[in-house]
């Protein structure tokens, strides 16, 4: 399983990755949309995991230029902010079907998402 995490806050990345690394999983982290496309094409992401808000392109737009490249590409959203329902809303009318986690996330209820992705077991 190919991670990439991408959030403007650094602390926030460097520390899912570390989590996720621990764990026995593979993970990267982006600060940024056009660092996360470079990323995605070299890395080849099972699943990425990114911030909704950011700065320029938000999460979901980076996503779905992603998923359009790996459309097997398991996406989770996250978010602390109350500024995300409407950005969410809007996608989910458009047809993205994507989880939304909350912010932070737990480590343990991070891991049992990817656990329960339905080709977990083949990375």
Known sequence: MHILIIDDERYVADTLVMVLEQSGLEAIAAYDADSALKKAESFRPTVVISDVIMPGTNGIEVCQQI???FPACHIFLF???AATNELVRDAYAKGVTWELLPKPIEPEDLLAKLAALPDASQA
Do not use: I, N
């Open 67 to 69: 998923h359009a490249r």
């Open 79 to 81: 978010s602390g902010q």
